[in-house]
């Protein structure tokens, strides 16, 4: 599959992945990624559960990224109010307010069931990737294997079961 040539927008747990697996330097130097505050707060935080490898700068992190966006409040009240907005945490709430109202080629990763939901139940099919498609396009390899919900297989087959109204 070609590189996707437009924005990434990443979720904080796809970010913290990457960086666990040594695969963030990769994606930002093939990829123009996106975060919104509220992502980029949650890779701040959970710093005690984490090893100190893992830690990561927010100042590095920032520099990293193609774009940087404030929370929209007032997206972000819309979509708490739409069907399936409760289920969702505050990064993705932010994160989708936030690429719900791109009207350029994006593209959103994240490994959370209710985020891809979301998505799909909005007819973003083709706007949801996974950390595990986005690392294979590049032909990277992480020094670590992916844990299981950031891997392509775990993206097609809960679109398989939205597909088929499994969920």
């Known amino acids: 599959m070609p590189v996707h040539r437009g924005v990434v927008i990443m979720d904080a ?15 930002a130097s093939r990829y123009r990624l996106v975060m919104v505050d509220e992502c980029i707060r949650e890779t701040q935080t959970g710093h005690q559960r984490r090893d100190p490898e893992q830690a990561i700068d927010y100042a590095v992190l920032v520099a990293s990224l193609a774009e940087h966006h404030v929370d929209d409040a007032v997206a972000i009240m819309r979509l708490q109010l739409s069907p399936g907005g409760s289920f969702l945490d505050a990064g993705e709430m932010s994160m989708w307010a936030h690429a719900l109202t791109r009207t350029d080629d994006w593209l959103v990763c994240g490994p959370d069931t209710a985020s891809m939901k979301f998505g799909y139940d909005r007819r973003k ?12 396009d590049i032909g990277h ?12 297989a775990w993206l097609d087959d809960l679109i398989h079961r939205l597909a088929m109204s499994l969920l």
Not at 127 to 134: A, E, P, Q, R, W
Not at 145 to 151: I, T
């Open 125 to 136: 099919r083709d706007h949801l990737v996974s950390l595990g498609g986005l690392l294979a």
């Open 141 to 152: 390899r992480p020094v670590l294997p992916l844990r299981g919900n950031h891997q392509k």
């Open 13 to 27: 747990n796809s970010t913290i992945e990457a960086h666990r697996v040594c695969a963030w330097d990769a994606l």
